[in-house]
T-cell receptor, first 114, second 111 residues
Framework: DTAVSQTPKYLVTQMGNDKSIKCEQN?????MYWYKQDSKKFLKIMFS???????INETVPNRFSPKSPDKAHLNLHINSLELGDSAVYFC?????????????FGPGTRLTVT | SQKIEQNSEALNIQEGKTATLTCNYT??????LQWYRQDPGRGPVFLLL?????KEKRKERLKVTFDTTLKQSLFHITASQPADSATYLC??????????FGAGTTVTVRA
């Protein structure tokens, strides 16, 4: 059973388009996250939800909008895509939102904007 | 500003030897520190978590130490194998909910 799944795995699109990435976890965790890993492999938090409530909202363009319809799902919608949005986006989940909880990551979605 | 530094980008070692990776952080002293493994094209996988009051933690061939005075964690892979080749990430929080990751150290174990 896949613990944290993401769709699609690859996404190639043109500048200006709007796209969504979906994430689901079947671990029963309360907290979910979106991370961005750029070409230099640096992993950076974007958003986090705890029980459907937004608790972390990093300084990302407001073209990025997360949505959590329920505890098991966290989607990421991106408007007006730009070349600089090209990266790998990882969804993750953890049992709680504190520092002492290990995180489980999805396989990633490689977004390429042309 | 708060930073996490991992000692080097790449570490090449001979099979059977011990790999030692370093994670240094500045300013804030975290209550927890975590280590993850990332293989190419895959998401990070949790390996170990160590608390500030724990000096050392072990899991199979992995050992982590946490020195809050030096603001440093060491990650050891003993009896290394080619299958241990991956990027290893250090992660901690600076007093908030956010897990901040180091840039990672890529370990290559030669047979």
């Amino acid at each position: 059973d896949t613990a944290v799944s993401q769709t699609p795995k690859y996404l190639v699109t043109q500048m200006g388009n709007d796209k969504s990435i979906k994430c689901e976890q079947n671990l029963g965790h309360d907290t979910m996250y979106w991370y961005k890993q750029d070409s230099k492999k640096f992993l950076k938090i974007m958003f986090s939800y705890n029980n459907k409530e937004l608790i972390i909202n990093e300084t990302v363009p407001n073209r990025f909008s997360p949505k959590s319809p329920d505890k098991a799902h966290l989607n990421l919608h991106i408007n007006s895509l730009e070349l600089g949005d090209s990266a790998v986006y990882f969804c993750a989940s953890s049992q709680g939102s504190g520092a002492g909880y290990e995180q489980y990551f999805g396989p990633g979605t490689r977004l390429t904007v042309t | 500003s708060q930073k996490i530094e991992q000692n080097s980008e790449a570490l090449n070692i001979q099979e059977g030897k011990t790999a030692t990776l370093t994670c240094n952080y500045t300013n804030y002293s975290p209550a927890y520190l975590q280590w993850y493994r990332q293989d190419p094209g895959r998401g990070p996988v949790f390996l170990l978590l160590i608390r500030e009051n724990e000096k050392e933690k072990r899991k199979e061939r992995l050992k982590v130490t946490f020195d809050t005075t030096l603001k440093q964690s060491l990650f050891h892979i003993t009896a290394s194998q080619p299958a241990d080749s991956a990027t290893y990430l250090c992660a901690l929080t600076f007093g908030d909910y956010k897990l901040s990751f180091g840039a990672g150290t890529t370990v290559t174990v030669r047979a």
